[in-house]
């Protein structure tokens, strides 16, 4: 690794780690940690690695990452309401979490989102939200996509480039767009 990867991953970490409310012995904050309200909790346990870009919107987001869990690269994690991840779970490189709709469904109310965003004054009251459960020993492939009111199962498996719209049972694999069962728990020796 150059010397300038080691620098900025050093000074991220720092950075970061004036961000979060709890940070557990070992983990490392390569990425990026962000609060947009101060009021928002986030918790990282220990020996886990966040190399992508977790972030609070709102007074009452509430983000805990569990010990031993990775966070991959270029993956984010955009929290309105509430984003739980459990321990030595795998979330790979350009994943999104998103445990809301981010905008109004009613056009009426959509209109001026941007200019509020400028302001720093968006409104979350309207935007559909549920929290995401990723449970312990998950694995999630690269460029999957979590929408919001999901819960993965303990050790479970989403299938690279998958769209998670509905649960995922404990030690099942899913995949594709909607996910769905590729493997049922207890089959072909995952769980
Ligand atoms: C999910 C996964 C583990 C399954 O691997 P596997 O057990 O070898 O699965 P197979 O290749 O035998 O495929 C089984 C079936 O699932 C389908 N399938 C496999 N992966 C899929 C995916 N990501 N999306 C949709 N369908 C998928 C296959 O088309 C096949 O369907 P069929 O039975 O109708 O022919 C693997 O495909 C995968 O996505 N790995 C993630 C790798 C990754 O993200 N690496 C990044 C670093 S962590």
């Known amino acids: ?3 300038k990867i080691k620098i ?3 000074w ?3 950075r970061n780690r004036a961000v979060v409310d709890s940070l557990g012995v070992g983990a490392e904050l390569w990425g990026r940690v962000e609060k947009r309200a101060s009021g928002s909790r986030i918790q990282v346990g220990s020996g886990s690695r966040i190399d992508g870009y977790v972030v609070a919107e709102t007074e009452t987001s509430k983000v805990t990452i ?4 990775l966070i991959g690269t270029d993956t984010i994690v955009d929290c309105v309401q509430e984003i739980e991840i459990g321990d030595d779970v795998l979330i790979s490189y350009q994943c999104i979490l ?3 709709d981010n905008h109004s469904l009613d056009p009426a109310r ?4 941007l200019e509020r965003w400028r302001l720093g004054t968006h409104d979350w009251f309207d935007v559909a939200k549920a929290p995401i459960h990723i449970k312990k020993n998950a ?4 460029r999957c996509i979590i929408l919001k009111g999901v819960t993965i199962g303990e050790g479970a498996i989403v299938g690279m480039g998958s769209v998670v719209t509905k649960d995922v049972p404990a030690f099942a694999i899913v995949g594709g767009n909607p996910a769905r069962i590729l493997r049922e728990p207890g089959h072909g020796g995952n769980g």
């Open 1 to 3: 690794m150059s010397l």
């Open 8 to 10: 900025k991953r050093w």
């Open 12 to 14: 991220n970490h720092k």
């Open 66 to 69: 569990g010990r031993n869990t």
């Open 98 to 100: 998103s445990d809301s």
């Open 110 to 113: 959509r209109k001026g989102d």
């Open 139 to 142: 694995w999630i492939g690269a």
